[in-house]
T-cell receptor, first 117, second 112 residues
Framework: NAGVMQNPRHLVRRRGQEARLRCSPM?????VYWYRQLPEEGLKFMVY????????ESGMPKERFSAEFPKEGPSILRIQQVVRGDSAAYFC???????????????FGPGTRLTVT | SQQGEEDPQALSIQEGENATMNCSYKTSINNLQWYRQNSGRGLVHLIL???NEREKHSGRLRVTLDTSKKSSSLLITASRAADTASYFCATAPKDSNYQLIWGAGTKLIIKP
C-alpha cells in the first residue's frame, strides 16, 4: 500500500507564474488536507477536502489559491500569479476518517518545496 | 490559529539520555497526537492519546495527557542519534470533527 504521494518534490517558479501541486492520498483514504510550512515553523492548515467537496478552506488565502479533489485523480493545490512570499514547503496529508472523532491520524506526503524567484 | 505550544523550542542531549517535550493547548480536545519530522521530510505519526486516557506507551515513547492542565508530554527513553528530528503535537478540538491544530514544534538534537 503506497503512502501519500506528492509531486513534484521541488518546484521553481518565477513571479507571476502558476504553481500546480499534486497529491495522491493513500489507498482507501477520502479525506485530504493541505498544509504550508515555512522554515523552522510548524504547519499551517490551508484546506480540507473530501472527494469533490471542499469542506473547510479557512486557512487558504482567498485570492490566487484554489484546491480541488476530483472524483478521479489526485488532489490539486493551485497557486496563481505566485509571489516570493509563496515560497514554502506544502504538505498534503490523508486520513481514512474524521480525526476529530478520536480515531484517525493523518498520513503525510513528502511535501513539495516551492521556490519563487 | 495554532493553539498547541511545544516546550522547549529546542533540546540538545547526549545519546542514551531521556528526552522530554511538553505541549500545552487551550481548548477541550477529542485527542492529542504527536508527530516527528526529519529534516526536509514529511511528518510521521508517532502516537495518539484520547482525552479519556492519561498515559500511553509505544516502544521507547511514553506520552502523558493531563486534561485538567491542558498539557501533554512526550518522553523518549534511551535516545539515539536517529531520534534527531522536530517533534510536533497536534490537538483535535471537540468543536471540530476534522481539524488538527498544530504547535510550532520542538527541535531535538541527539549528540553521539
Amino acid at each position: 500500500n503506497a503512502g501519500v504521494m506528492q509531486n513534484p518534490r521541488h518546484l521553481v517558479r518565477r513571479r507571476g507564474q502558476e504553481a500546480r501541486l499534486r497529491c495522491s492520498p493513500m489507498k482507501g483514504h477520502s479525506h485530504v488536507y493541505w498544509y504550508r510550512q515555512l522554515p523552522e515553523e510548524g504547519l499551517k492548515f490551508m484546506v480540507y477536502l473530501q472527494k469533490e467537496n471542499i469542506i473547510d478552506e479557512s486557512g487558504m488565502p482567498k485570492e490566487r489559491f484554489s484546491a480541488e479533489f476530483p472524483k478521479e485523480g489526485p488532489s490539486i493545490l493551485r497557486i496563481q500569479q505566485v509571489v516570493r512570499g509563496d515560497s514554502a514547503a506544502y504538505f498534503c496529508a490523508s486520513s481514512p476518517g474524521l480525526p476529530g472523532q478520536g480515531v484517525s491520524e493523518q498520513y503525510f506526503g513528502p511535501g513539495t518545496r516551492l521556490t519563487v524567484t | 490559529s495554532q493553539q498547541g505550544e511545544e516546550d522547549p523550542q529546542a533540546l540538545s542531549i547526549q545519546e542514551g539520555e531521556n528526552a522530554t517535550m511538553n505541549c500545552s493547548y487551550k481548548t477541550s480536545i477529542n485527542n492529542l497526537q504527536w508527530y516527528r519530522q526529519n529534516s526536509g521530510r514529511g511528518l510521521v505519526h508517532l502516537i495518539l492519546i484520547r482525552s479519556n486516557e492519561r498515559e500511553k506507551h509505544s516502544g521507547r515513547l511514553r506520552v502523558t495527557l493531563d486534561t485538567s492542565k491542558k498539557s501533554s508530554s512526550l518522553l523518549i527513553t534511551a535516545s539515539r542519534a536517529a531520534d534527531t528530528a522536530s517533534y510536533f503535537c497536534a490537538t483535535a478540538p471537540k468543536d471540530s470533527n476534522y481539524q488538527l491544530i498544530w504547535g510550532a514544534g520542538t527541535k531535538l538534537i541527539i549528540k553521539p
